[in-house]
């Protein structure tokens, strides 16, 4: 795995009425934001009726799942590395919620956010960062891991 440039996609100016909601979006595990896309538009949740932020994980991976083979084509990212022993898994955890972060604070606000997978979890972990005092270590680790 090798980390990779942070990369945004939106479905619109951040400028944009708020009469929409705003959501932030993250893939699951080895995807991309074009599948994360398609698991919206099966949802109804398009860019019709959201203004949509797609945020790539940070590790970029040599192959996607088998699954997305022949549905769509990389790079394909995931959250954590999964690959490595339980420092390299910690840390790949907290840089990647500290990633979603600085998502948040860069194109927020935001009125809610959708993970899939492994996306899932660290939108979960962000989300509850303010109220758990375990998590606090994100915001006090944080220039270690930028």
Known sequence: MTTSATQFTASTDRRSSRSRPRLLALHGAKSNNDVTKMQLD????TSKVADIVYLHGKLEVEEGDPALSDLVHGPFFSWIDEAGGSEEVRASLIAAVQHVMVAV?????????????????IASLASNIADDDALQVVRQ??????
């Open 141 to 146: 680790l944080r220039h270690h891991y930028l």
């Open 105 to 121: 604070q860069q194109l927020g606000p935001f009125d809610g956010i959708f993970g899939f997978s492994q996306g899932g979890m």
């Open 42 to 45: 099966n949802l109804q949740i």
